[in-house]
């Protein structure tokens, strides 16, 4: 392969990403494996884990990565198909501090990509950028570096149910839509004792039921559907690598990912006084004020787990989560984002009280919200409005500039930010009423349109909420 040809939008904030086989193929995955391998000497790495899930490209893609790092003197350790958060695991249990994993995650079947880990740190922003600079400038180190492959499926099911019981016995729902996760979870809770009743937990990297990703409403219809029709104590839905986590309660309800990471930071600080707490710019307004309340100490930090990680790391916090499903543990694990691990967990707590799910979660009210709006606009253009943005007055509100555009009012806020992985604005509005929430949605829309005219922005629809001060069905749907 001719290194020109390789494309360098797949170098993404967050890993690596493409198409196969246009814009990620054998051969691209070759040199960067060897780009990969270099960087990892140069931090004086010698050994790495490789891992893959269970897309049709991943076994090919893997070989070839393999080949790459090993051409720069990397010896590896191949251990097969695995979700995300084992080869994490392996990264620790087996002392080689980085490790790569392929793996498209809630992506459609035709993508693919690298989740990067080196020398415990996990590689974001300049770093992936640099990768690509290296393979343009050939700045190879080189070896012959040896392959061992090892199975540690026994090593991670018995570390994550280290010291945990139930106290009673729990009925579970789990919808794994097909991808890598769907046989460990079911070993995993049958394991912990639940009754378990699996939707599309077998491997198959066409997704023929629905996608791997349970922050789309509809990918979560057949798993409510289960639910209450087999009278299940709680849903679990993890997407096609394993590293995030949605929930549905006992009544069909899906619990948003604010509430469930209320209800781990409670409990975290209820056994960790002034723990912190990192979270992403797209979280609630309930999270912070509970963190407070518990006598925690709240970072809202950059979306992206691998930005999430990162933080954690340098300010020692014990827990991080983010509104698309990623939970970080490194209480009692690894401070890697987990869905399997958060979901024993979470069954834990559950099984711990006299409540339902239902019951669980309900302490944790939520807001007249919208979901998460993607607009579509140019990869160029999403700096550029975002920057402009960043400009307009939005007097008195106060303006976080943390990642992307966050304006807290009185009463409510909004967060605006460029897709790190598609060529999207992402947007959330959130308020204290439905009323307050379409206000703070028009002057949002105001000043979109003063920075691109034609902008089209979908129809604001609002979530279920529990503690409406107020409503006006006229100005919002509420779904």
């Given at each position: ?143 012959s ?75 979560l ?51 960790h006084?002034?723990a ?17 309340q ?19 790391r ?9 509104f ?66 960043t ?35 992402t ?53």
């Amino acid at each position: 392969m001719n290194r020109q040809d390789l494309n360098p939008a797949i170098f993404r904030a967050y890993d690596i990403r493409g198409i196969y086989p246009h814009s990620l193929n054998p051969d691209s995955a070759c040199q960067i494996g060897r780009a990969i391998g270099s960087d990892a000497r140069e931090r004086q790495q010698q050994r790495l884990c490789v891992g893959h899930d269970g897309r049709l490209s991943s076994p090919e893609l893997s070989q070839a990565l393999i080949s790459g790092l090993r051409l720069s003197g990397i010896d590896v350790v191949d251990l097969g198909m695995v979700p995300t958060p084992v080869l994490y695991y392996g990264t620790h249990a087996l002392n080689t501090g980085s490790g790569v994993m392929v793996t498209g995650s809630h992506n459609p079947a035709d993508y693919n990509g690298f989740k990067i880990m080196l020398a415990g740190h996990t590689l974001s922003g300049d770093e992936i950028t640099d990768l690509h600079q290296r393979i343009q400038s050939s700045r190879f180190t080189h070896g012959s570096g040896a392959l061992l492959s090892q199975d540690i499926s026994e090593a991670y099911l018995k570390r994550v149910l280290l010291e945990r019981r139930l106290r009673r016995p729990l009925k579970v729902v789990v919808d794994c839509g097909n991808g890598v996760p769907g046989p460990w979870i079911v070993r995993l809770l049958q394991r912990l004792g639940c009754e378990v009743t699996a939707l599309y937990c077998d491997v198959d990297g066409t997704f023929p039921n629905h996608h791997p990703d349970p922050e789309k409403a509809e990918n979560l219809a057949d798993l409510i559907t289960e639910v209450i029709e087999t009278k299940a104590d709680i849903g679990l839905a993890l997407d096609g690598d394993g590293d995030r986590l949605a929930v549905i309660s006992d009544n069909g309800v899906s619990i948003t990912p604010d509430q469930l990471i209320c209800l781990f930071a409670q409990d975290l600080l209820q056994q960790h006084p002034g723990a912190e707490i990192v979270y992403d710019v797209k979280c609630s307004l309930n999270l912070p004020l509970l963190i407070e309340q518990q006598g925690g100490k709240g970072d809202m930090w950059r979306c992206g787990h691998s930005m999430i990680k990162n933080r954690m790391r340098q300010t020692n916090a014990l827990f991080g989560g983010e509104f698309s499903g990623h939970l970080f543990f490194a209480d009692q694990w690894y401070g890697f984002d987990d869905g399997l691990y958060a979901a024993v967990r979470l069954l834990q707590l559950l099984s711990d009280s006299d409540k339902s799910a239902a019951e669980l979660f309900s302490q944790f009210a939520t807001l007249p919200s919208t979901p998460m709006i993607n607009i579509a606009v140019s990869d160029e253009d999403k700096f550029r409005i975002i920057e402009q943005l960043t400009q307009q007055d939005f007097s008195p509100a106060r303006v976080c500039n943390t990642d992307g555009l966050r304006v807290e009012y009185s009463d409510g806020w909004f967060g605006i930010r460029p897709s790190n992985t598609t060529p999207m604005l992402t947007l959330r509005i959130e308020a204290l009423t439905v009323v307050a929430l379409q206000r703070i949605s028009q002057l949002l829309e105001q000043k979109l349109k003063q920075v691109i005219p034609d902008l089209q922005i979908p129809e604001l629809a609002v979530t279920n909420y529990t503690n409406p001060t107020d409503r006006d069905d006229t100005h919002a749907t509420v779904t």
